[in-house]
């Protein structure tokens, strides 16, 4: 299989593990947290700092260290005024002095009611109300990542936001997988047994699996992210090594990560977004590895779902779904909880453009490009109930001569969450490298503009795409809806070999957030299996947004939009952001020769028609 022949020359340019490279570097000494303050008290966090006239940071005080917060202009104090905590279901009220709390009433869960900083409130109801990336029902699954070492985790990263404990179950067929409770702001991970017949099927095949999928509930609203695999590196050798035997360590060579979207935002409609099959050929015989599109039925009963292909889809080995040529239409039923896995079409030769490698290190290979009739790029799903719908490759090269492939997934946006523009911004380069943007069109005649102009208006079908390299910040506008999806490249990008040894990166996809659904607010999670992990925000310029109660620095103007991005490290476990403003991120992450990068959240308002 090609990630066979992946690994094998990788390991003959990448042999050890460094000490992790950093994309970008700050001065030693105090942070910025003065920049734009006035002189007196600010906060970094509950660290206060005093602020003179010259805007230079002096002398911090840390309030955590004897259990007290940080108040900007005052300092340290018991609790931050009116902040609102829950004693069990009880509510408590800090002073407006930050000196003390204040008893309230106790909610009462067999009423549906829970303790929050709006009171006693069903907080599932409130979810389902606003719409959100926050809920209390999701539906992970495991994705195709054939190439991946047995020992790996397939898991589920679990965010409280909340001020009550979640108490958390995950099912498959209603059997109980899992049962965990999440205390609040707390982080907690899942592990889930890998579906083999999703991750591993023989061959280049669509697969149709009953119960495939498995149903998470939660009694109060938390954020969910999904990591096939979570971890980039285990402490001991493959149990297929194809790396350095005795060396005691395991790289899984190809991971991502998925945004769960709850159960209460799912629709019928979505249009996908992936990458064409991989070929990657020695001696003019070609591996393939194929993109795939994985749908879950996620309504009470059976759903009926119409395919839309844009490529060649393979059959499955069973023969329960024959092949699918581009532009063909098909109906099936799912049932909840059910899963059909598509994948893009494999072939022995290359059907499209070929180049072959020139450099020293391993002259000859052989890569293809195969066009569009082996993307799914633009494939279209309608269903007359909710479904949710992962889109993504087994293992590919980004852009497809540059090496390594990696896993890519992210569940995708129903098309009515969809708007008319987005702001990507490029991620945290770890060698001068660019990343690529890819925009589908979810309507006809839709003309796509960009600000600042990097390229000309595009005009596109529904589900044609367009792709182009990202360097800089950029807003993507058309006159009808639209899916941005960001990538990051393959490591070796400059070259064969230039990412030097036991380099970090590779492939991975995220969508672009709609402006129309930006928050003022987001939970987000890193976690602890990578080397590090970045968070990139977009946000109006000039206005005030935090993390972890820290004033954000460092923006960079998106040139012509009144917008800006900004982009920090971040430490593994929970973050919350905040603006006075609605705002967007994303989150990602490197290890050796992988990386993850995923959504940072949204809301999924109905703004556009179904397709």
């Given at each position: 299989?090609?990630?066979?022949?992946?690994?094998?020359?990788?390991?003959?340019?990448?042999?050890?593990?460094?000490?992790?490279?950093?994309?970008?570097?700050?001065?030693?000494?105090?942070?910025?947290?003065?920049?734009?303050?006035?002189?007196?008290?600010?906060?970094?966090?509950?660290?206060?700092?005093?602020?003179?006239?010259?805007?230079?940071?002096?002398?911090?005080?840390?309030?955590?260290?004897?259990?007290?917060?940080?108040?900007?202009?005052?300092?340290?104090?018991?609790?931050?005024?009116?902040?609102?905590?829950?004693?069990?279901?009880?509510?408590?009220?800090?002073?407006?002095?930050?000196?003390?709390?204040?008893?309230?009433?106790?909610?009462?869960?067999?009423?549906?009611?829970?303790?929050?900083?709006?009171?006693?409130?069903?907080?599932?109801?409130?979810?389902?109300?606003?719409?959100?990336?926050?809920?209390?029902?999701?539906?992970?699954?495991?994705?195709?990542?054939?190439?991946?070492?047995?020992?790996?985790?397939?898991?589920?990263?679990?965010?409280?936001?909340?001020?009550?404990?979640?108490?958390?179950?995950?099912?498959?067929?209603?059997?109980?997988?899992?049962?965990?409770?999440?205390?609040?702001?707390?982080?907690?991970?899942?592990?889930?047994?890998?579906?083999?017949?999703?991750?591993?099927?023989?061959?280049?095949?669509?697969?149709?699996?009953?119960?495939?999928?498995?149903?998470?509930?939660?009694?109060?609203?938390?954020?969910?992210?999904?990591?096939?695999?979570?971890?980039?590196?285990?402490?001991?050798?493959?149990?297929?090594?194809?790396?350095?035997?005795?060396?005691?360590?395991?790289?899984?060579?190809?991971?991502?990560?998925?945004?769960?979207?709850?159960?209460?935002?799912?629709?019928?409609?979505?249009?996908?977004?992936?990458?064409?099959?991989?070929?990657?050929?020695?001696?003019?015989?070609?591996?393939?590895?194929?993109?795939?599109?994985?749908?879950?039925?996620?309504?009470?009963?059976?759903?009926?779902?119409?395919?839309?292909?844009?490529?060649?889809?393979?059959?499955?080995?069973?023969?329960?779904?024959?092949?699918?040529?581009?532009?063909?239409?098909?109906?099936?039923?799912?049932?909840?909880?059910?899963?059909?896995?598509?994948?893009?079409?494999?072939?022995?030769?290359?059907?499209?453009?070929?180049?072959?490698?020139?450099?020293?290190?391993?002259?000859?290979?052989?890569?293809?490009?195969?066009?569009?009739?082996?993307?799914?790029?633009?494939?279209?799903?309608?269903?007359?109930?909710?479904?949710?719908?992962?889109?993504?490759?087994?293992?590919?090269?980004?852009?497809?001569?540059?090496?390594?492939?990696?896993?890519?997934?992210?569940?995708?946006?129903?098309?009515?969450?969809?708007?008319?523009?987005?702001?990507?911004?490029?991620?945290?380069?770890?060698?001068?490298?660019?990343?690529?943007?890819?925009?589908?069109?979810?309507?006809?005649?839709?003309?796509?503009?960009?600000?600042?102009?990097?390229?000309?208006?595009?005009?596109?079908?529904?589900?044609?795409?367009?792709?182009?390299?990202?360097?800089?910040?950029?807003?993507?506008?058309?006159?009808?809806?639209?899916?941005?999806?960001?990538?990051?490249?393959?490591?070796?990008?400059?070259?064969?070999g230039t990412s030097g040894r036991g380099g970090s990166g590779d492939p991975g996809m995220a969508l672009a957030i709609p402006d129309a659904q930006f928050r003022s607010s987001y939970t987000v999670l890193a976690p602890e299996t990578y080397r590090q992990s970045w968070l990139d925000m977009i946000a109006p310029t000039g206005a005030r947004v935090e993390l972890d109660r820290t004033i954000v620095t460092g923006w960079r103007e998106i040139e012509?939009?009144?917008?800006?991005?900004?982009?920090?490290?971040?430490?593994?476990?929970?973050?919350?952001?905040?603006?006075?403003?609605?705002?967007?991120?994303?989150?990602?992450?490197?290890?050796?020769?992988?990386?993850?990068?995923?959504?940072?959240?949204?809301?999924?308002?109905?703004?556009?028609?179904?397709?």
């Open positions: 299989m090609s990630v066979a022949l992946c690994s094998a020359l990788l390991l003959l340019v990448a042999c050890d593990d460094p000490v992790p490279f950093a994309p970008t570097s700050r001065d030693a000494g105090p942070p910025p947290v003065c920049e734009g303050a006035s002189e007196g008290i600010v906060c970094a966090g509950d660290v206060a700092w005093s602020c003179d006239a010259r805007g230079v940071p002096r002398m911090p005080d840390d309030c955590a260290a004897r259990g007290e917060r940080c108040v900007t202009g005052t300092g340290c104090r018991p609790c931050l005024p009116n902040e609102v905590r829950c004693d069990g279901e009880t509510i408590e009220v800090c002073d407006a002095a930050g000196s003390g709390w204040t008893r309230g009433a106790t909610c009462d869960p067999s009423t549906g009611q829970r303790c929050s900083a709006d009171g006693c409130v069903d907080l599932c109801a409130r979810a389902a109300e606003d719409r959100s990336y926050l809920g209390c029902e999701y539906w992970p699954v495991v994705t195709r990542n054939a190439p991946l070492p047995r020992e790996f985790t397939f898991a589920v990263a679990i965010a409280n936001p909340q001020l009550v404990p979640a108490v958390i179950v995950v099912d498959r067929a209603g059997t109980e997988i899992a049962r965990r409770t999440v205390a609040p702001g707390a982080l907690e991970i899942v592990a889930l047994p890998w579906i083999e017949s999703l991750r591993a099927p023989l061959g280049i095949a669509s697969v149709r699996e009953a119960d495939g999928a498995y149903h998470l509930v939660s009694d109060v609203p938390v954020v969910v992210t999904q990591w096939n695999p979570l971890e980039f590196r285990l402490e001991h050798d493959c149990e297929d090594e194809e790396g350095v035997a005795g060396d005691r360590q395991c790289h899984s060579f190809t991971n991502d990560a998925s945004l769960l979207l709850p159960a209460h935002v799912l629709t019928g409609n979505y249009v996908a977004v992936s990458r064409p099959t991989f070929f990657l050929g020695r001696a003019g015989t070609y591996s393939t590895s194929p993109g795939f599109v994985t749908i879950v039925g996620a309504a009470e009963g059976e759903v009926s779902v119409e395919i839309e292909a844009s490529a060649r889809i393979a059959p499955s080995l069973d023969g329960t779904f024959a092949a699918m040529a581009p532009g063909e239409r098909r109906t099936i039923t799912l049932a909840r909880g059910e899963v059909i896995q598509l994948a893009s079409e494999g072939a022995e030769t290359c059907p499209g453009v070929e180049r072959v490698e020139t450099s020293a290190l391993d002259p000859g290979v052989r890569y293809c490009d195969p066009g569009a009739e082996y993307d799914l790029t633009g494939t279209i799903v309608r269903a007359d109930g909710p479904v949710a719908v992962i889109a993504g490759h087994d293992c590919t090269f980004v852009p497809f001569d540059r090496w390594a492939c990696d896993h890519l997934e992210e569940q995708l946006f129903p098309v009515e969450s969809l708007g008319r523009s987005a702001f990507v911004a490029p991620t945290s380069p770890l060698r001068d490298e660019p990343n690529l943007l890819r925009v589908v069109s979810a309507a006809d005649a839709n003309t796509i503009t960009f600000t600042p102009a990097i390229h000309a208006p595009i005009t596109l079908g529904r589900g044609e795409h367009a792709e182009l390299e990202l360097r800089d910040g950029v807003r993507v506008e058309g006159t009808g809806a639209l899916l941005a999806t960001l990538f990051l490249v393959g490591q070796d990008y400059a070259g064969l012509g939009t009144g917008w800006s991005h900004a982009s920090m490290q971040i430490q593994p476990g929970v973050h919350r952001a905040s603006a006075e403003r609605p705002f967007g991120l994303q989150v990602y992450g490197f290890g050796a020769y992988t990386s993850y990068v995923v959504s940072g959240g949204l809301d999924l308002r109905p703004i556009t028609p179904p397709i």
